[in-house]
Protein backbone atom coordinates (compact mmCIF):
# COMPACT_ATOMS: atom_id res chain seq x y z
CA UNK A 1 0.00 0.00 0.00
CA UNK A 2 1.55 3.53 -1.01
CA UNK A 3 1.77 5.80 1.70
CA UNK A 4 1.34 10.23 0.60
CA UNK A 5 2.13 12.68 3.32
CA UNK A 6 0.04 15.91 3.11
CA UNK A 7 1.59 18.68 4.36
CA UNK A 8 -0.36 21.47 5.10
CA UNK A 9 -1.74 24.14 7.13
CA UNK A 10 -4.75 24.57 5.93
CA UNK A 11 -6.34 21.40 8.35
CA UNK A 12 -9.84 21.28 6.03
CA UNK A 13 -7.21 20.66 2.94
CA UNK A 14 -5.55 18.18 4.55
CA UNK A 15 -8.79 16.45 5.79
CA UNK A 16 -10.62 16.58 2.51
CA UNK A 17 -7.65 15.29 0.66
CA UNK A 18 -6.86 12.20 3.40
CA UNK A 19 -10.66 11.28 2.73
CA UNK A 20 -10.01 10.89 -0.62
CA UNK A 21 -6.95 9.41 -1.13
CA UNK A 22 -7.52 6.83 2.35
CA UNK A 23 -11.28 6.17 -0.14
CA UNK A 24 -8.68 5.37 -3.01
CA UNK A 25 -6.58 2.97 -0.94
CA UNK A 26 -4.01 4.98 0.05
CA UNK A 27 -2.37 4.99 4.00
CA UNK A 28 -2.06 8.69 4.15
CA UNK A 29 -0.10 10.90 7.02
CA UNK A 30 -0.78 14.68 7.43
CA UNK A 31 1.36 17.54 8.97
CA UNK A 32 0.32 20.96 9.68
CA UNK A 33 4.28 22.36 9.05
CA UNK A 34 7.48 21.56 7.34
CA UNK A 35 8.77 20.72 10.86
CA UNK A 36 6.68 17.97 11.51
CA UNK A 37 6.72 17.03 8.04
CA UNK A 38 10.55 16.09 8.52
CA UNK A 39 9.42 13.98 11.58
CA UNK A 40 7.06 11.86 10.02
CA UNK A 41 8.78 11.29 6.53
CA UNK A 42 11.53 10.12 8.53
CA UNK A 43 9.35 7.98 10.50
CA UNK A 44 6.92 6.78 7.91
CA UNK A 45 9.38 7.00 4.89
CA UNK A 46 6.06 8.30 2.43
CA UNK A 47 6.20 7.58 -1.58
CA UNK A 48 4.78 10.93 -1.73
CA UNK A 49 4.69 14.38 -0.44
CA UNK A 50 2.08 16.41 -0.96
CA UNK A 51 3.65 20.04 0.54
CA UNK A 52 2.76 23.59 0.62
CA UNK A 53 5.19 26.32 0.50
CA UNK A 54 3.98 29.04 2.94
CA UNK A 55 3.73 27.44 6.62
CA UNK A 56 4.76 28.34 10.01
CA UNK A 57 7.44 27.09 11.53
CA UNK A 58 9.22 25.98 8.81
CA UNK A 59 8.31 25.94 5.06
CA UNK A 60 7.89 24.05 2.38
CA UNK A 61 11.25 24.45 0.73
CA UNK A 62 13.04 24.55 3.22
CA UNK A 63 11.78 21.01 4.99
CA UNK A 64 12.46 19.80 1.46
CA UNK A 65 15.45 21.51 1.70
CA UNK A 66 16.21 19.66 4.73
CA UNK A 67 14.91 16.29 3.58
CA UNK A 68 17.25 15.84 0.17
CA UNK A 69 20.19 15.87 2.71
CA UNK A 70 18.66 12.78 4.64
CA UNK A 71 19.59 9.72 2.21
CA UNK A 72 16.62 7.88 3.98
CA UNK A 73 14.39 9.70 2.82
CA UNK A 74 15.85 12.37 0.30
CA UNK A 75 14.58 9.92 -2.67
CA UNK A 76 10.72 10.51 -1.70
CA UNK A 77 8.63 12.51 -4.41
CA UNK A 78 7.40 15.67 -3.79
CA UNK A 79 4.29 17.69 -5.06
CA UNK A 80 4.33 21.10 -3.92
CA UNK A 81 1.14 23.36 -3.97
CA UNK A 82 1.51 27.33 -3.27
CA UNK A 83 -0.46 30.06 -3.45
CA UNK A 84 2.72 31.79 -4.32
CA UNK A 85 2.86 30.80 -8.43
CA UNK A 86 6.06 32.83 -8.61
CA UNK A 87 8.81 31.88 -11.23
CA UNK A 88 11.43 31.96 -8.03
CA UNK A 89 9.46 29.40 -6.52
CA UNK A 90 8.83 27.19 -9.65
CA UNK A 91 12.46 27.66 -9.71
CA UNK A 92 13.36 26.47 -6.22
CA UNK A 93 11.08 24.01 -6.42
CA UNK A 94 12.71 22.48 -9.48
CA UNK A 95 16.34 23.04 -7.71
CA UNK A 96 14.98 20.53 -5.29
CA UNK A 97 13.75 18.56 -7.65
CA UNK A 98 10.12 18.74 -7.19
CA UNK A 99 7.71 16.23 -9.25
CA UNK A 100 5.34 19.09 -9.99
CA UNK A 101 4.44 22.26 -8.92
CA UNK A 102 0.40 23.46 -8.64
CA UNK A 103 -0.69 26.96 -7.95
CA UNK A 104 -3.22 27.64 -5.41
CA UNK A 105 -6.33 27.33 -6.40
CA UNK A 106 -5.95 23.80 -8.08
CA UNK A 107 -7.87 21.12 -8.76
CA UNK A 108 -8.40 18.39 -6.48
CA UNK A 109 -9.04 15.76 -9.50
CA UNK A 110 -5.91 17.44 -11.29
CA UNK A 111 -4.18 16.66 -7.78
CA UNK A 112 -5.06 13.16 -8.00
CA UNK A 113 -4.67 12.64 -10.93
CA UNK A 114 -0.99 13.96 -10.71
CA UNK A 115 -0.94 11.71 -7.47
CA UNK A 116 -1.61 8.48 -9.25
CA UNK A 117 0.69 8.94 -12.49
CA UNK A 118 3.59 9.49 -9.79
CA UNK A 119 2.95 6.49 -7.75
CA UNK A 120 1.76 4.00 -10.87
Known sequence: MKK???????????????????????????????????T??????????????????????????TLRKDPKIAHIKVIFLSAKGQQSDRDRAAELGAAEFMAKPFSPKLLVEKIEALLA
Open 4 to 38: ILLVDDQANFTMMMAMKLKSMGYTVFTAENGSEAL
Open 40 to 65: IAAAEVPDLIVMDIMMPVMDGLTAVD
